[in-house]
Each structure stands twice: as structure tokens, then as C-alpha cells.
């Protein structure tokens, strides 16, 4: 069993749509989450950077953490065609611990149609 | 300023052949991090440094793999005797310095082993 699972999709919802996407993952140590968002044959892109449990904003996205379910997801509200894009979630223990690396999801390939 | 910069941009080699990929990490960033994408297998760990050291190595997947960092800038990552299972995406990233857990990204060098 991966540390951190993500459904891979694909996904197509309609413009205007609220998008849902989440990861779990098992080991407890993870501290940071984040986000990122990768277009075809780019590399990936830093949306959203969370640290513990709880929420964050910025605008049209919005990330939560539960580490108590171990499930984090994210939100865009108002998908635009240019939101269309894998999506991955990544999380590590954080350098204070030594544990600097990223762990992550595979992926989740969203695509918006107009 | 300029972002993480990787080359080559695309690799095609031999069989046996060696590689060397190339990563310009963003200028005063002391952490760098080499990953690998595949088909099926998601953004992998392959080895962190920190300046000029790697304290983290546990991702190298085998002796074939090496890095180095030199002036705690520019790193190195080479593959001897390149089989056709290397063939993937090798994703560079840095970040500011311990205790800075967003990594950024560059573009990639997508390696492909005939």
C-alpha cells in the first residue's frame, strides 16, 4: 500500500463547477501538505501550502487538511478551462525533522469543459 | 527572478549508454531535491542535498544513480549504464533553506532509453 493515495480520475466536470480533489495517506509523521498543479509535459507547479490540520484560502482554491481521517483535499471554485491539469497532492515531515522529502499522490488528470 | 532551470530539456540515448542531467537550482537556495515521474509510478524521491551535501540518498534505486552538488549551486545527476526502465522524467527542486518546506520545480529533462 502507497503512503499516499490519490485517485488518479480522469475528471471532467463543466465550467463554472466546484472541483473536489483529495488524497489519504498513512503515515502520521506527515506535517506539510501541499498542493500542486502540472500541465503536460511541464513541471509541477506550487498551488497551495498547508502546515497541520485546518483550512486555507487563496482565492478560487481553497485547501483543508483533516490529519486526524489522514485525508486532505482541495477546492476550486469557479473552474476555468485553464484549471484543466493533473493535480497533485505532496506532503513531508518537514526539515526540522529531517524529513525534507516530498511524498506523492499520483495524480488526479482534471479536465474542464467549456 | 529566474525559476529552476534543468538540461537538456530531452534526452535520447543507447542502451548502456551514460547520462548526466543537469539542475540550476533558484539562485540562494540551499536545499535541492532530484525526483523521478513515470508512467504508472508518480513523482518519486530520488535524493536531497543540502549545500553541498546529500544527507538523503534513500531514493537512488540503484548504483548506476549519483548526484553531486558543487559551489552549493548547480547539481549533477548521472546515470551509467542506462537501462530502459530509466526512462522517465527527472524533475529538479529547491527550496529557500531548512525549515522551507515549498519546493519549486523546473521543467524536467524527460530521458528516453532505447
Known amino acids: 500500500q502507497k503512503e499516499v493515495e490519490q485517485d488518479p480520475g480522469p475528471l471532467s466536470v463543466p465550467e463554472g463547477a466546484i472541483v473536489s480533489l483529495n488524497c489519504t495517506y498513512s503515515?502520521?509523521?506527515?506535517?506539510?501538505f501541499m498542493w500542486y498543479r502540472q500541465y503536460s509535459r511541464k513541471g509541477p507547479e506550487l498551488l497551495m501550502y498547508?502546515?497541520?490540520?485546518g483550512n486555507k484560502e487563496d482565492g478560487r482554491f481553497t485547501a483543508q487538511v483533516d490529519k486526524s481521517s489522514k485525508y486532505i483535499s482541495l477546492f476550486i471554485r469557479d473552474s476555468q478551462p485553464s484549471d484543466s491539469a493533473t493535480y497533485l497532492c505532496a506532503m513531508s515531515g518537514g526539515s526540522n525533522f529531517g524529513n525534507e522529502k516530498l511524498t506523492f499522490g499520483t495524480g488526479t488528470r482534471l479536465t474542464i469543459i467549456p | 527572478g529566474a525559476g529552476v532551470s534543468q538540461s537538456p530539456s530531452n534526452k535520447v540515448t543507447e542502451k548502456g549508454k551514460d547520462v548526466e542531467l543537469r539542475c540550476d537550482p533558484i539562485s540562494g537556495h540551499t536545499a535541492l531535491y532530484w525526483y523521478r515521474q513515470s508512467l504508472g509510478q508518480g513523482l518519486e524521491f530520488l535524493i536531497y542535498f543540502q549545500g553541498n551535501s546529500a544527507p538523503d540518498k534513500s531514493g537512488l534505486p540503484s548504483d548506476r544513480f549519483s548526484a553531486e552538488r558543487t559551489g552549493g549551486s548547480v547539481s549533477t545527476l548521472t546515470i551509467q549504464r542506462t537501462q530502459q526502465e530509466d526512462s522517465a522524467v527527472y524533475l529538479c527542486?529547491?527550496?529557500?533553506?531548512?525549515?522551507?518546506?515549498?519546493?519549486?520545480f523546473g521543467p524536467g529533462t524527460r530521458l528516453l532509453v532505447l
Open positions: 503515515n502520521s509523521a506527515f506535517q506539510y
Open positions: 498547508t502546515y497541520s490540520s
Open positions: 527542486a529547491s527550496s529557500a533553506q531548512r525549515g522551507q518546506e515549498t519546493q519549486y
